[in-house]
């Protein structure tokens, strides 16, 4: 899961980026409105936490010009302010949620959950295809009943192609979904990834899920 952090204290950014990644998620950072904006409107993420008092942007005028062209990405403001009138703004601009600073870095993760979780999952969190599943509360991924452990970056990757079953993603939407937008990343990093997920995923199995589509991609399936 790839989040946006729109935070222009830069000790909070870093901390929160290496907490989320941390927890799994993938994590860029923006320390203005305007460069959250830009982030926000051409990249893919699943989160967005935007900070309400920003230079060059605030986080109303991000959050309203992001739902004016009709980007539903769900945003969660973050702000030192905790007047009824600052939340009320906020909601009222397309925000989804609303934490007051400080705040306890569990609270911020159940916050998260909430809002990225899917109608169609159960409410333990788990993808399935086939016979392996990925629990998103957990991380645990298991096949036939076996636990198989993955890096950071396998996980992410893994998560990324269960979200997608079914669907081709080709390299760089890969690396747009698992690695941050900064990281220096080449094409064939996401070959050794997918050549390790298949060690651990498929080798000791007899049905092979992750599939290699040539000219396009990969996708997983039954």
């Not at 830009?38 to 739902?67: H, T, W």
Request: net charge neutral; proline share 3%; charged share 25%.
């Amino acid at each position: 899961m790839k989040i946006l952090i729109v935070e222009d204290e830069h000790l909070i950014a870093n901390a929160l980026k290496k907490g989320l990644e941390q927890e799994h998620y993938t994590a860029d950072l923006a320390f203005d409105g305007e460069k959250g904006f830009d982030l926000a409107s051409s990249g893919d993420y699943d989160l967005i936490l935007l900070d309400l008092m920003l230079p060059k942007m605030n986080g109303f005028e991000v959050c309203n010009q992001l739902r004016q062209q009709q980007i539903h990405t769900p945003i969660l403001m973050l702000t030192a302010k905790g007047q009824v009138e600052d939340k009320i703004k906020g909601l009222n601009n397309g925000a989804d949620d609303y934490l007051t600073k400080p705040f306890a870095f569990e609270e911020l993760l159940a916050r998260i959950r909430a809002l990225t979780r899917r109608p169609q999952k159960s409410a333990s969190e788990i993808i399935t295809i086939g016979d392996l599943s990925l629990n998103l509360s957990t991380y645990e991924v298991i096949r036939q009943g076996k636990q198989i452990n993955l890096s950071s970056k396998e996980y992410s990757l893994l998560e990324c192609l269960m979200r997608h079953a079914n669907k081709i993603l080709n390299k760089d939407q890969l690396i747009q979904h698992v690695w941050s937008y900064e990281s220096d990343i080449l094409p064939n990093t996401v070959e050794v990834y997918i050549r390790n997920l298949r060690q651990k995923i498929d080798q000791p199995f007899k049905t092979k899920l992750i599939k290699t589509i040539r000219g396009f991609g990969y996708k997983i399936s039954e």
